[in-house]
Structures are given as C-alpha cells and as structure tokens.
C-alpha cells in the first residue's frame, strides 16, 4: 500500500511544470532591486496624475523607469528594450502610453500591458515594476 501511495506521489510530482515558459531570448536584463518614491507635487512629475501622461526617471533599473498613468492607475516599467543587448540606443523613449526604443528596429510598446505593438511579435514584454500610491506619492519596487 506504500509502495502505490509513493507512486501516485510521484507521478503527480513529476506531472507538475513551471508556470512560466523561460525564453532565451528574454534574458538581456539584469534584476535589480529598484525601490524609487516619486512625488507627485515636483514639477517634473505634475503630468503624471493625468490620464495618457508617462515620465522617464533616470538612474534606477537597468536603463531607468517609465511610469505611466491611465488616470485610475499607475504603471511601472523597465526602460529598457527587453528585446535588445543594453546598448545606447536600447532605452525607451516614452511618448504617452507607448514607448519607442531608439534602435533601427524601432520596437514600440504599450505603457499600459507591456507588450510590444505592431506586426514584429517580439518575443519579451516589458519588466514590470510594483506601484503603490501613498497620499501624494508613488511607491516604484520589486
């Protein structure tokens, strides 16, 4: 009876996979801890609580961080292209809620999902961020 309760067991065990699918292609960025508060009362960031408004913040992630805000919520993501070696021209230049990288290829994505647009089907999404709003003030982690 032991011996066919180890086996269900372990036919169950190894019937389990990973929930996520590793694509080898989608591992040009580093993962840093990023943990950024972003007032929202700086002028730098008094776009951001309006609908259709994204900024860039340097320094932080691998290539900086563009936040992006639908007007009920706020988005966080990696400015970097996921889909490129970091070089100079993979960083992300947000225009809205798409951002473009400055590469030939010129990858486009959507702030809001993290997918890439057009017809290229890229096989890496943005890396998202955490956002917790906090009064006036927007929580960036992992």
Request: some cysteine.
């Amino acid at each position: 009876m032991k011996f066919v309760f180890t086996l269900i067991g372990l036919i169950i065990l190894s019937s389990c996979s990973k929930n996520s699918v590793d694509n080898e292609n989608c591992k040009f960025l580093l993962d840093l801890n990023v943990n950024v508060t972003v007032n929202l009362s700086l002028p730098q960031y008094s776009q951001l609580p309006f609908a259709g408004n994204s900024v860039y913040i340097a320094n932080a992630g691998n290539a900086g961080i563009i936040v992006a805000s639908t007007g009920a919520d706020f988005f966080a993501w990696d400015a970097a292209d996921p889909n490129h070696i970091p070089s100079a021209c993979s960083v992300l230049i947000p225009s809205g809620l798409n951002a473009t990288c400055g590469c030939d290829d010129e990858n486009e994505y959507n702030l809001v999902t993290g997918r890439a647009l057009g017809s290229n089907n890229l096989p890496c999404s943005l890396k998202n961020y955490r956002v917790e709003q906090n009064g006036n003030s927007l929580l960036i982690f992992n």
